[in-house]
């Protein structure tokens, strides 16, 4: 069973969505490959108390590592980008080739990209963190500025 709820952030209100009590979705607004709101089921605060907390305490610069449960849905390569993603640590990038040669195929950046911008749990699974091969911020879910925001929170640039 799906519920939702929805939290502010210094980046705009995040949905949040749960199966069965374990997260599953993160999104922003305006966010590209947002799913219908419909599939998000009911709405409901209580079960994202841990979530919503962790975020609070991510924004406010007291958390740089999440420790939820997720339930990352999507296919077996898409799930090992993934899981790639939540290894670059807080305040640092890595390229999509970097990670396209990490998952031990360095033709595979393209394919890394679009798993990327699938990425169903935005911020806690930290898709913003990857950049292009010249350094540049390339494709973002949910937008380029909030992405440059988000680096420059993590790398002490500047708060929100």
Same mark, same amino acid.
């Given at each position: 069973?799906?519920?939702?709820?929805?939290?502010?952030?210094?980046?705009?209100? !995040?949905?949040?969505? =749960? *199966?069965?009590?374990?997260?599953?979705?993160?999104?922003? /607004?305006? #966010?590209?490959?947002?799913?219908?709101? %419909? /599939? &998000?089921? $009911?709405?409901?605060?209580?079960? &994202?108390? $841990?979530?919503? *907390?962790? !975020?609070? +305490?991510?924004?406010?610069?007291?958390?740089? %590592?999440?420790?939820?449960?997720?339930?990352?849905?999507? /296919?077996?390569?898409?799930?090992?980008?993934? %899981?790639?993603?939540?290894?670059?640590p807080y305040? *640092?990038?890595?390229?999509?080739?970097?990670?396209?040669? =990490?998952? @031990?195929?360095?033709? +595979?950046?393209?394919?890394?990209?679009?798993?990327?911008?699938?990425?169903?749990?935005?911020?806690?699974?930290?898709?913003?963190?990857?950049? @292009?091969?010249?350094?540049?911020? /390339?494709g973002y879910?949910?937008? !380029? =500025?909030?992405?440059?925001?988000?680096?420059? &929170? *993590? #790398? @002490?640039?500047?708060?929100?």
């Amino acid at each position: 069973m799906k519920q939702h709820t929805v939290i502010d952030s210094p980046y705009g209100p !995040l949905t949040l969505v =749960a *199966e069965d009590g374990v997260l599953c979705g993160l999104y922003m /607004t305006d #966010q590209r490959h947002r799913p219908a709101q %419909e /599939t &998000f089921g $009911e709405p409901r605060s209580g079960a &994202f108390a $841990e979530a919503a *907390e962790q !975020l609070d +305490a991510y924004f406010a610069g007291r958390r740089r %590592e999440f420790t939820l449960p997720l339930r990352l849905t999507g /296919t077996p390569f898409q799930r090992r980008v993934w %899981e790639q993603l939540r290894a670059i640590p807080y305040g *640092e990038t890595r390229t999509y080739g970097e990670l396209a040669h =990490a998952l @031990g195929n360095p033709q +595979a950046s393209r394919a890394v990209g679009l798993a990327n911008g699938k990425n169903p749990i935005g911020i806690i699974v930290p898709c913003h963190r990857v950049i @292009g091969a010249n350094g540049s911020l /390339t494709g973002y879910g949910g937008g !380029l =500025a909030r992405k440059r925001r988000l680096l420059d &929170f *993590e #790398q @002490g640039a500047g708060l929100f």
